[in-house]
Nanobody
Framework: QVWLVESGGGSVQAGDSLTLSCSVS????????TGWYRQAPGKQREMVARLTVGETTRYADSVKGRFTISRDNERNTLYLQMNALKPEDTAVYYC???????????WGQGTQVTVSS
């Protein structure tokens, strides 16, 4: 069992920055893949950013150049640095992890990000 706990969400103005954190209950390097997803009201959950154990990253087109996914191997923490936030970034953001698989089999409880214009 892997526990993921997100933090860092909040309400900000358009153009502001936020950093989300995801605390992982075991060594983050044991996870094949980690990532961030988001779900806005009335919409499907979508991938925001992905980071493999080999440090390969992938981003949704809508956040490329604005968001950065990273991890701290010593603190077993995953981050999502979000810059130049837009109202359309408003959503619940979820941390996800894959243990023993390249798909996600563990999810956090989510943290709300609200961006006002």
């Amino acid at each position: 069992q892997v526990w993921l706990v997100e933090s860092g969400g909040g309400s900000v103005q358009a153009g502001d920055s936020l950093t989300l954190s995801c605390s992982v209950s075991q060594r983050i390097l044991e996870l094949s893949v980690t990532g961030w997803y988001r779900q806005a009201p009335g919409k499907q959950r979508e991938m925001v950013a992905r980071l493999t154990v080999g440090e390969t990253t992938r981003y949704a087109d809508s956040v490329k150049g604005r968001f950065t996914i990273s991890r701290d191997n010593e603190r077993n923490t995953l981050y999502l640095q979000m810059n130049a936030l837009k109202p359309e970034d408003t959503a619940v953001y979820y941390c996800a992890a894959g243990l023993g698989t390249r798909s996600y089999n563990y999810w956090g409880q989510g943290t709300q990000v609200t961006v006002s214009s």
